[in-house]
């Protein structure tokens, strides 16, 4: 008996270590294509130090400062290129096709964004919803720019 509650323990270690991890990979919603300055991902009470290959997760932060720039590419291949002095907010991703669920929605504080449509704002342009101080952007084309002062 004593012998088989190792081995059991041990097993449902196992068995749990993929669903927690298969749970926690619908959250990764991109990554940081490109890095230049000081860039800063705040998720939840964590600080991350942007770099090349991060990725980005539902909800996070991202902060870029003087002279300091970010290329994101989304899971369904949208692009943001991040200027200087920006601070937006990832309110809501979903990309789900295969179910048609899509849900594109941040908050831009302060500073510029170059937006580039993935396949959300193709396939479910009513699902992109991209808001600021004051204003709400609705997409109609593939590419604009954002500047928030």
Do not use: H, W
């Not at 990309?95 to 048609?100: L, M, R, Y």
Request: with cysteine.
């Amino acid at each position: 008996m004593k012998s088989t509650i190792p081995v059991l323990i041990g097993f449902i270690i196992f068995c749990s270590t993929p669903l927690s991890a298969a749970a926690s990979s619908t959250d990764k919603i991109g990554l940081l294509k490109n890095i230049s300055g000081d860039v800063m991902i705040q998720r939840q009470e964590t600080k991350i130090s942007g770099q090349k290959g991060v990725t980005l997760m539902r909800t996070d932060r991202l902060t870029t400062k003087d002279e300091s720039y970010a290329g994101i590419i989304f899971n369904d291949g949208t692009t943001f290129t991040v200027g200087p002095n920006t601070e937006f907010d990832i309110n809501n991703y979903k990309f789900e096709p295969d179910k048609k669920l899509y849900d594109f929605s941040v908050y831009i504080k302060r500073g510029s964004i170059v937006y580039n449509s993935g396949k959300i704002g193709k396939l479910s342009p009513e699902s992109v919803n991209i808001t600021t101080p004051r204003a709400t952007v609705s997409i109609r084309g593939t590419r604009f720019i954002i500047n928030v002062e």
